[in-house]
């Protein structure tokens, strides 16, 4: 069988039509599977941003909370450290006279100072709880002094164990020492 020239013209301009109608269409389809995944990619970036910016912001907000809680804390800490060492001093007070009047500290206890207002003035009050050993003449003299050691302190209450002829006598003395907390 012979083919002519016409026929065979024809029927490569039939698979060249078939090719490039093939090749249309694939690039087609690519085309939009390329403007299906820029959109897909430009939704991602949005939300990428949107969450990046929220989550730090979020964690901004929750460092900036932590942060003022720590600085609470330290100013809490920096109160109490200040406040042990005016208990510091004051029990340091009460070993001092004990000690020139000749009678033995037992037992010292001090809260934490409580603040007060005595006459529009702001004060850290202190108390001391304090139980001494000596002779009587000696408890007598310590819990005088003790009282008049500082204007700003004063004995508030006082009792007394009292055993004849030794010197195992005890006192209990309740010390309260007014520091001025002024601004």
Known sequence: ????????????IGVYVIITGALGFIVYRQMG????IDLELAKTRSN??????????KEKQELETQLTEVMSQAENLKSMLSQG???VEASSIVFD???RNGVEVINLTSPIPTYDVLENVPCSVVVLDTTV??????????ITDLNSYLPT??????????????DNSSSAVLFVIYNYQGE
């Open 1 to 12: 069988m012979k083919i002519s020239k016409k026929t065979l013209v024809y029927i490569g």
């Open 33 to 36: 599977e390329k403007d299906t």
């Open 48 to 57: 990428l941003e949107r969450v990046s910016s929220d989550s730090l912001n």
């Open 85 to 87: 060492k005016t208990n």
């Open 97 to 99: 006279v004990a000690k």
């Open 133 to 142: 050993r000596g002779d009587v003449r000696d408890l007598v003299e310590f």
């Open 153 to 166: 302190g004063m004995v508030q209450s006082v009792g007394m164990d009292i055993k004849e002829g030794t």
